[in-house]
């Protein structure tokens, strides 16, 4: 139960965040409490969780033993304003976390605690969801770099007659008694003639689980905006075209009935639901759970099918950040500008454990060679900064100097010049003392 440790750099208190909340997801201790005669599984009490995550704290080599009670609390009311934890009865927003023994559970994300549960993490392609966030027309609909997957003209042109029904003024011919239907029956054909869903195979126990969010009608249209940001471009344009059609076709007065004995919206419902939603294996309850799944995106396709807000903005003020952060390398002539994120891959633990090693290590001996090389350092600088290296880096530093010789020979005492012997010339040589008479007058 610790905390790995996080060094000085940039996005560190991202990265305890990020750390904090894993372990608390990960290891709170979860069990069955009873409250006002009735009975909640995996869940805990504040006072519980303050304890148990105070502990956490003070046994880190991030925080340290200083933390206070007090403080955990106000991290755990952070972790219940972003929905890591949630009141035991669903309430949003209108709670305050305090250290009693309210009950909290953890937060799932579409009712789960992994998406791993329901979806195959390796099938998300990460283009899909930029292409879907940015290459989109006014109107929000995907726009295809690939025409080749485009709707048929045909059948675009069918979708546009009833979209707009009476004005068809893509159609030249002229129409008759019953035609609407056979246009109708021409969308329809198309469509029930694909060889995937809409919503495809993989991401289908994903679009289900969603399913046990519709009472909390919110949460629910945030998780199918994210689920549906996943799908192949292609399918999320025919998708959306299809939804405008439908919407606009169930909303239309002057529609004449397509098809007698049902309502138009039954119909639309019946129709499109095995083309938008259903399993490899088609199961009988297919059926029922893609009528119930495309009902719900017919009354709330707008929202569902435009990019969240939240997560745009999220996206443009990251990328916008770092392409402010500038890096100047010494010697260079010009500041090199960090490029747009990418997103992230799954990698071996091989390669994990090879980047984790030398990732990190070849720019730091980068750095100690700069210092060891820099003839501007005096030997007293010089020696101060290889120490402070010395005590954050070890591992690199005895890469560099594996024995205290190495270490010498960069500070060899030069042998100091051995002082002179000053000699005097006397302008007249030592004469020895000569006795001479005095004379007085």
């Known amino acids: 139960m610790e905390h790995r440790l996080v060094g000085p750099g940039p996005y560190r208190a991202t990265k305890l965040w990020n750390e904090t909340v894993e372990l608390f997801r990960t290891r709170m201790p979860l069990r069955k409490h009873r409250c006002r005669f009735k009975s909640y599984e995996r869940c805990f009490t504040a006072a519980e969780a303050v304890d148990w995550l105070h502990e956490l704290l003070r046994r880190s080599q991030n925080f340290g033993p200083e933390v206070t009670r007090k403080q955990t609390v106000q991290l755990l009311k952070k972790f219940l304003k972003n929905h890591v934890i949630e009141d035991i009865k669903g309430k949003w927003g209108q709670e305050d976390f305090e250290d009693n023994r309210h009950l909290y559970s953890l937060q799932k994300i579409l009712g789960l605690d992994s998406l791993e549960e329901v979806l195959d993490v390796k099938l998300i392609n990460s283009k899909f969801i930029i292409h879907n966030v940015y290459s989109v027309s006014k109107q929000g609909v995907v726009i295809l770099d690939d025409k080749s997957k485009e709707l048929p003209h045909w059948v675009l042109s069918a979708m546009k007659c009833l979209a707009n029904w009476p004005n068809c003024s893509d159609l030249k011919q002229p129409m008759y008694l019953g035609f609407e239907k056979d246009v109708f029956k021409t969308i329809a054909d198309y469509y029930s003639h694909l060889k995937e869903p809409l919503l495809t195979f993989h991401l289908f126990d994903a679009f289900v689980s969603v399913l046990g969010l519709l009472q909390k009608e919110k949460m629910a249209v945030e998780a199918f905006q994210i689920c549906c940001l996943l799908l192949p471009p292609e399918n999320r344009r025919k998708l959306q075209l299809l939804m405008r059609m439908m919407a606009r076709i169930c909303l239309n007065k002057e529609m004449p009935p397509l ?183």
């Open 259 to 441: 098809c007698d004995g049902f309502g138009t919206r039954t119909l639309m419902v019946q129709t499109f639901s095995h083309c938008i939603l259903c399993s490899k294996d088609e199961v009988d309850l297919d059926e029922l759970l893609a009528a119930r799944l495309v009902t719900f995106l017919m009354d709330n396709s707008q929202e569902i099918l435009k990019v969240p807000l939240a997560l745009q903005t999220s996206i443009e003020e990251r990328v916008a950040h770092l392409r402010r952060v500038q890096i100047k390398y010494p010697g260079a002539d010009m500041d090199i500008t960090l490029s747009a994120p990418s997103f992230c891959r799954q990698i071996s633990p091989e390669e994990f454990e090879y980047q984790r090693t030398y990732g990190s290590q070849e720019p730091l001996a980068a750095l100690l060679e700069e210092v060891i090389t820099d003839t501007k350092l005096s030997s007293k600088e010089k020696k101060k900064k290889l120490k402070q290296f010395q005590k954050s880096y070890p591992e690199v530093y005895q890469e560099r100097f594996p024995t205290p010789e190495s270490e010498a020979l960069l500070f060899s005492e030069k042998p100091k010049p051995k002082p002179q012997l000053f000699t005097w010339t006397l302008k007249n040589p030592f004469q020895p003392f000569q006795r001479t008479r005095s004379f007085r007058m």
